[in-house]
């Protein structure tokens, strides 16, 4: 009898740890490559307090999160850009209904080497770089240096809200060369003295320069005071309200603790954008 129950127990524990693994609920995210560093961290977090949990993340950029929610293929995507009327219907069309919740604020942040000495460049000045009609570091106060234009691939949101906060939706010089992430940004600036790039505030660091828009710095008060002319929300989209897991997990990152890591990974909280009461853009 007792050689059959030492038999039986492992058989008992594997079928309950089985059970157990069944019940945990799956999260998939995929989308922009800005919201990437905080949905890391915060996966990070959550799985560290609910170890049933499994969560995939990819990026592949705003564009494609969304087109992976209309697809059913992703629980949440996220995204550094606003969903698109077209996409909306589209999604519609397939019995998906886009649901979004900002979980950030983001400024974006025009970078050059740091042996560049250009500190400070105008909203009209980037928008005539990347058009292509100044083409020389010396138009704008710095060497005579052909300007080496490094920009966002179509289909990322950051290129989105670049091309409408600073280009007026414009067209990019086809000399720009573009780029898949924010990272690939940063690496591309940081090894060329000429080039000019732009990335998520939580992607600075110290291989490249932050340049001053108009004077203005970008920072976490500039970004939601209005100050600073090139800032966005971030966002997560679902479809419908989120259920399950997946809405335990938005809540934890909608909550002071998630927001707490928002604000680690150099993005700005959604409560101190709350707080704050934005000047009115004239």
Not at 69 to 92: C, F, Q, W, Y
Not at 255 to 265: C, L, M, R, W
Request: hydrophobic share 40%; glycine share 10%.
């Amino acid at each position: 009898m007792r050689k059959q129950l030492r038999r039986f127990i492992p058989v008992v524990l594997c079928l309950l740890a089985c059970a157990g693994t069944a019940l945990a609920e799956n999260i998939v995210i995929k989308g922009s490559t800005t919201v990437l560093p905080i949905a890391q961290a915060a996966l990070e977090a959550y799985m560290k307090a609910n170890p049933g949990t499994n969560i995939s993340l990819s990026g592949g950029g705003s564009g494609e999160g969304i087109k992976a929610l209309i697809d059913s293929s992703t629980d949440i995507a996220t995204s550094s850009r606003g969903i698109k009327d077209g996409e909306v219907e589209l999604a519609k069309s397939k019995g998906v209904n886009p649901t979004s919740a900002t979980v950030a604020v983001d400024a974006i942040v025009p970078i050059v080497h740091p042996k560049n000495r250009v500190r400070d460049l105008t909203i009209d000045q980037l928008s005539q770089i990347y058009q292509g009609k100044i083409t020389n570091w010396k138009e704008v106060g710095g060497d005579d240096l052909q300007i080496v234009v490094i920009s966002r691939d179509s289909s990322s949101g950051t290129f989105e809200s670049w091309a409408e906060l600073v280009l007026n939706k414009a067209k990019v010089t086809p000399r720009a060369q573009m780029q898949a992430s924010n990272g690939a940004i940063v690496q591309a600036v940081s090894k060329n003295r000429y080039a000019l790039g732009y990335i998520g505030l939580g992607y600075l660091d110290k291989t490249t320069k932050a340049l001053t828009v108009g004077g203005v710095p970008a920072s976490a008060r500039t970004a939601v005071s209005g100050e600073y002319p090139i800032s966005r929300p971030l966002y997560f989209y679902t479809n419908g309200a989120p259920k399950g897991e997946t809405e335990r997990f938005i809540r934890f990152v909608l909550s002071p603790a998630g927001q707490k890591i928002v604000a680690k990974t150099g993005f700005v909280p959604t409560l101190d954008a709350v707080k704050a009461k934005p000047k009115q853009k004239k």
